[in-house]
């Protein structure tokens, strides 16, 4: 069997966020058609109990720990250079470096597959093998938006951060046989931005675990409260997650609150920053943290909502209600890239007021239906079985000979 280098910036399990879902499912798939050998970093110390998981799918399993958040950001300044990102200061080991170089000069591998722009040094100019870059997303855009909306002196940092790591991401791309993203809506503007890569760009669409978000499996209810839910899911500590939970709470929640009964909006995820945990003080606002599951405050909410507006690629909050057949109110940024129509399988609103609209109209019951029609909508064209068959020709090379493909997309969310 052919042997895979499969290098991650983080241990890619359990799939519990987006980066790690995505990564699992992928590496999951190819160690059904590969042997695997993975190399990884470690943020998290609770994550090594899940190394026997890694470990009965890969044929090896090398990992390191990347210290804690200082320990990292003082290594990315101390590796700063004119010109260069701080993200890949961030995620440089000397000790995965060496591991890598050791198994390209023994001819171990016949191709590697670099999870997220972080990995791509590790494998630049090593011409001797198939390398694929999955990107995922263009990170540059996203501390472009950060930028935008800072004040004082984070906004030249993260202006910076945005213009360097643009250069290396292209540099990258014209480097690896294939470099991979999200949707086709995020190639395309990464075609956009760096033109004399299109045709080295593909993409691979994010899916759902279709078995393990099954709204006919039964379910607790976690709600306390006798009016509907409002539920918002993620990783709380993440910027984009903050701020589009305190940008509802503060526009949407208040248009809401003269209904009767009144809805609740409940925020479960894990680490909730300061600004999300202050949200707990307001009536009608309810902060989780870590939740055991977050399935049943999916089940049982009636709606989800998702007004992200800072996204990149493609959101699983959406994909995952979705898939437990809920409503979903969602911003334009967090519809993009998901293969649905909006207004038939979940609603799209931009402001505060039609963001309040269309949660009223489904909790008047305007939209009956949506939620089953949202549920075929991700088994269509969210599939991990189906969007990971992509996978086949851009690891053999077969998908070189083709220019970058990015179908209509009125047509696939039809």
């Not at 597959?113 to 540059?140: E, I, N, Q, T």
């Amino acid at each position: 069997m052919r042997r895979l280098l499969f290098l991650a910036h983080r241990i890619p399990y359990p799939p519990q966020k987006g980066e790690k879902i995505r990564a699992w499912h992928m590496l999951d798939y190819l160690a059904e058609r590969w042997e695997v050998d993975l190399g990884c970093l470690v943020d998290d110390r609770a994550d090594l109990e899940y190394l026997p998981v890694l470990q009965s799918r890969c044929a090896e399993v090398q990992w390191w720990e990347t210290g804690s958040r200082r320990q990292s950001a003082l290594r990315a300044l101390l590796r700063f250079r004119p010109g260069k990102p701080l993200t890949l200061g961030w995620f440089h080991n000397p000790s995965l470096a060496a591991w890598v170089e050791q198994g390209l000069a023994a001819g171990r591998w016949d191709a590697a597959f670099a999870y997220s722009s972080s990995m791509a040094p590790y494998l630049l100019r090593k011409h001797g093998l198939r390398r694929v870059l999955d990107m995922v997303d263009v990170d540059s855009e996203k501390w472009r938006a950060y930028a935008e909306g800072a004040r004082g002196v984070m906004r030249p940092v993260w202006a910076r951060e945005a213009r360097t790591l643009l250069g290396f991401e292209r540099q990258a791309a014209l480097d690896f046989n294939q470099t991979l993203l999200v949707s086709p809506e995020e190639a395309q503007r990464f075609a956009d931005l760096a033109p004399d890569c299109a045709d080295r760009l593909n993409y691979v669409n994010n899916g759902v675990d279709l078995s393990r978000f099954d709204p006919d499996r039964t379910y607790l209810n976690p709600y306390a409260g006798t009016g509907p839910a409002l539920v918002f899911t993620g990783t709380m500590d993440y910027r984009p997650n903050v701020d589009a939970v305190c940008w509802f709470a503060d526009t949407v929640m208040p248009l809401l609150a003269g209904r009767s009964p009144a809805p609740t909006f409940h925020i479960v995820g894990a680490n909730p920053a300061p600004a999300v945990r202050a949200l707990a003080s307001r009536p009608g606002v309810q902060v989780t943290g870590a939740v055991p599951d977050i399935r049943p405050f999916i089940a049982h909410a009636a709606v989800a909502v998702a007004p992200l507006r800072i996204a990149r690629g493609i959101q699983n909050k959406v994909l995952e209600a979705m898939a437990m057949a809920r409503p979903v109110v969602a911003s334009p940024e967090a519809y993009e890239g998901v293969r649905a129509v909006a207004g038939q399988d979940l609603l799209v609103a931009a402001s505060p007021a039609e963001m309040a609209a269309r949660i009223g109209a489904v909790l008047e019951g305007e939209h009956p239906g949506i939620g089953e029609r949202a549920r075929r909508a991700v088994m269509k064209g969210h599939d991990w079985s189906a969007t990971l068959r992509r996978l086949d020709p851009i690891l053999s090379g077969e998908a070189d000979a083709k220019a970058m493909a990015l179908p209509a997309l009125a047509e696939e969310r039809a």
